[in-house]
């Protein structure tokens, strides 16, 4: 059973930089995939970026170059470094595992000031 905590949530101004943390109880080389996802208010949960177990890695279109997903496989964590930041990116950032079954974390909430 897999359990995962994000943090590092915040304000942060439009062009600013923020890093998301997301600690798992498990290896994070035992989980074939691990994922960042996004949900602001009144709209559906979307992914924002993914990283495969043999280190291939997605990025969504509105965030490629912006952002970056990285893991520490010594401190089970999965990160997400996130740069030149823009309003629309405000949300709840959720951090998921798959291994089998899918798990999910509780959410940090991302807030971005115009």
């Known amino acids: 059973q897999v359990q995962l905590v994000e943090s590092g949530g915040g304000l942060v101004q439009p062009g600013g930089s923020l890093t998301l943390s997301c600690a798992c109880s498990?290896?994070?080389?035992?989980?074939?995939?691990m994922a960042w996802y996004r949900q602001a208010p009144g709209k559906q949960r979307e992914l924002v970026a993914r990283?495969?177990?043999?280190?291939?890695?997605y990025y969504a279109d509105s965030v490629k170059g912006r952002f970056a997903i990285s893991r520490d496989a010594d401190k089970n964590t999965l990160y997400l470094q996130m740069k030149n930041m823009k309003p629309e990116d405000t949300a709840v950032y959720y951090c998921?595992?798959?291994?089998?079954?899918?798990?999910w974390g509780q959410g940090t909430q991302v807030t971005v000031s115009s």
């Open positions: 998921k595992a798959d291994s089998g079954f899918t798990y």
């Open positions: 990283i495969i177990s043999g280190g291939s890695t």
């Open positions: 498990a290896s994070i080389f035992s989980i074939y995939a």
